[in-house]
């Protein structure tokens, strides 16, 4: 059959044209989404050890490859677990929406993690020491009274589900069991979110 007749299967010209212009709709929203989700541009700088270091963080630099060995879970991309943008070539803007550690001093209000805690790895005869904040000559930085994990909520320091659900709880990773432990008594633990500081007499804190 004739191309030009091929509007007949849909009753008129008008149906086919309308048919078309959704299918590229739909089109462009699988494009546009898929390529939303990308982390090319973490990788693309990340893994870039030359220019991690020339920019002062060499400890950062980390390849696909191994993000997905050392995190145990193939095919994860970047922003899967850490958010931000992963389209943009501009540290601002690819760090935009990113978590973060939660850097709080002694009375548990949040500092800035700049001048404080430069980085957390391992190493050394006393891993676990070393990791401590410390000041330029090597001391102990006492005015950071704690570090909390990038998933809590900023507001009562415990665990925050909006965040699980745009991480862990997405599909195709774990939705069911962000779910669960959303309503178990350790995910909602309506005690902590009354507590304005971890000493509170509401307690138990954890």
């Known amino acids: 059959m004739a191309l030009g007749k091929l509007w007949q299967f849909f009753g008129n010209r008008t149906g086919m044209a309308i048919l078309a212009v959704q299918l590229i709709i739909v089109l462009l929203f699988i494009y546009f989404y898929a390529n939303y989700q990308s982390s ?34 193939p095919n994860t991309e970047c922003r899967d677990c850490h958010l931000g943008n992963g389209l943009s070539d501009k ?87 962000v779910k669960q432990f959303s309503t178990s008594i350790m995910g909602s633990n309506f005690r902590q979110r009354s507590m304005r500081v971890w000493n509170d007499i509401h307690g138990p804190n954890n």
């Open 40 to 73: 090319d541009k973490c990788v693309k700088c990340h893994a870039d050890k030359a220019m991690m270091t020339s920019l002062g963080y060499p400890q950062f630099a980390m390849t696909r490859e191994q993000v997905q060995k050392e995190s145990r879970h």
């Open 91 to 177: 540290p601002d803007t690819a760090h935009n929406g990113m978590l973060r550690l939660i850097v709080l001093d002694n009375d548990l209000n949040i500092m800035p993690r700049k001048g404080h805690v430069k980085q957390l790895l391992p190493e050394g005869g006393d891993r676990q020491r070393n990791m401590l904040p410390h000041l330029a000559d090597g001391s102990l930085d006492y005015d950071v009274g704690t570090i909390l994990y990038h998933d809590r909520n900023t507001l009562t320091l415990g665990y925050d589900p909006a965040i699980a659900k745009k991480t862990c709880g997405k599909s195709g990773c774990h939705p069911e069991e």
